[in-house]
């Protein structure tokens, strides 16, 4: 076993034994109610992944600059996405043993990590270029890019319950 599956074994016990996991495992409400919040704000950042990458892609808002648009929406991109890590670690923590051999969680934890990369560096970029760049194939390819990632990290997350674990 590699050192990386160590210590990701060691975290995911530690996480399993800690005070929020048995918290949140042996409270007939919290799970219900953390995840009441943990969906909309899914539901909110999914709008403004849709939102920015509908206008870079030139679906919608053509006469919306992508910079102001972005600027709009950053916001509330910030913070849906601060309740949905904050959140997720919580209903991760109730079952984090159990998570550690889903391969399906695995995938959503790397497109997760990936997408969030992708939309703090490059599609960040892309959204303060001018009118001008967007004409150009790289505004639509850091859309699609985008769009794939966000997708996987969701249609990860709903397969964890259908996936058998590893062991």
């Not at 074994?9 to 918290?23: E, H, I, K, L, T």
């Not at 909110?44 to 919608?60: C, E, K, S």
């Not at 006469?63 to 849906?80: F, G, H, K, R, T």
């Not at 790397?110 to 270029?129: E, Q």
Request: hydrophobic share 55%.
């Amino acid at each position: 076993m590699s050192s990386i599956s160590h210590f990701l074994m060691w975290f995911c016990n530690w996480v399993d034994y800690s005070f929020f996991g048995a918290g949140v495992r042996n409270s007939a409400w919290l799970f219900p109610c953390i995840e009441i919040f943990h969906l909309l704000a899914l539901g909110i950042l999914g709008g403004t992944v849709l939102l920015m990458n509908a206008r870079l892609l030139g679906l919608r808002f053509a006469d919306e600059p992508v910079s102001e648009l972005a600027n709009d929406i950053q916001p509330w991109m910030y913070i849906s996405l601060g309740v949905v890590l904050v959140s997720g670690f919580f209903l991760f923590s109730s079952e984090s043993m159990k998570m550690y051999d889903n391969p399906a969680f695995r995938i959503k934890m790397v497109a997760l990590v990936l997408a969030i990369l992708f939309s703090f560096t490059l599609h960040g970029k892309v959204k303060r270029w001018d009118e001008s760049h967007l004409a150009a194939a790289w505004p639509k390819w850091a859309a699609i890019v985008s769009l794939a990632l966000w997708t996987s990290v969701g249609l990860a997350g709903r397969a964890i319950g259908y996936v058998p674990q590893l062991h």
